[in-house]
């Protein structure tokens, strides 16, 4: 266990649907992410969360809507979306630090493996 | 952007042999992480060298580092039906604080044969 908790671990959705899919980590981290990973690609940064408050938006379409609502929690919403959204989403956490001697080690859950049918 | 990218893509070994993973990368950088990532599941962060470090060794793991090739190699010895996995290398930027971004590689899956 990493500590880094995702629900639900597999989920079938139509494109008309709304769901959500859960994130919770129990280290004490401010920073949240969350990923896509697609068979035979790199996997894609989506969002980036410090300390509660969204830093980053990697052009992520707005079918996909990130809420934070504390560092423990993050959620990812879904609606309308397309079957080439079909994807593993990971999320992950980290303990925020400046300057050469932040680390930046990201701890991640297990995934929330997606079809949109 | 920044990109890693490992080679080789797919690696398949008998358990026993030593098995070396390649990681070039573009920009400057903090320092360079390895993670692996068993199929289906999340990432597992598995050692980290800073930009000023060339080497570094953890168990079975050993990673070097050449900034002046922007590059990077992990090492498994005696590699073992477990090792098998995907392996990835990420990069995280200089000049920034972090909570930010890490820049992950393609991958390379790698096959440890009984």
């Known amino acids: 266990e990493t500590g880094v908790t995702q629900t639900p671990r597999h989920l079938v959705m139509g494109m008309t649907n709304k769901k959500s899919l859960k994130c919770e980590q129990h280290l004490g981290h401010n920073a949240m992410y969350w990923y896509k990973q697609s068979a035979k690609k790199p996997l894609e940064l989506m969002f980036v969360y410090n300390f509660k408050e969204q830093t980053e938006n990697n052009s992520v379409p707005s079918r996909f809507s990130p809420e934070c609502p504390n560092s423990s929690h993050l959620f990812l919403h879904l609606h309308t979306l397309q079957p080439e959204d079909s994807a593993l989403y990971l999320c992950?956490?980290?303990?925020?630090?400046?300057?050469?001697?932040?680390?930046?080690?990201?701890?991640f859950g297990a995934g929330t493996r997606l079809s949109v049918l | 952007s920044q990109q890693g990218e490992e080679d080789p893509q797919a690696l398949s070994i008998q358990e026993g042999e030593n098995a070396t993973m390649n990681c070039s990368y573009k920009t400057s950088i903090n320092n360079l992480q390895w993670y692996r990532q068993n199929s289906g599941r999340g990432l597992v962060h598995l050692i980290l060298i800073r930009s000023n470090e060339r080497e570094k060794h953890s168990g079975r793991l050993r990673v070097t580092l050449d900034t002046s090739k922007k590059s990077s190699s992990l090492l498994i010895t005696a590699s073992r039906a477990a090792d098998t996995a995907s392996y990835f290398c990420a990069t995280a930027r200089g000049g920034e604080t972090s909570g930010s971004r890490l820049t992950f590689g393609e991958g390379t899956q790698l096959t440890v044969n009984p």
């Open positions: 992950a956490s980290s303990q925020p630090g400046t300057g050469a001697l932040a680390k930046n080690i990201q701890y």
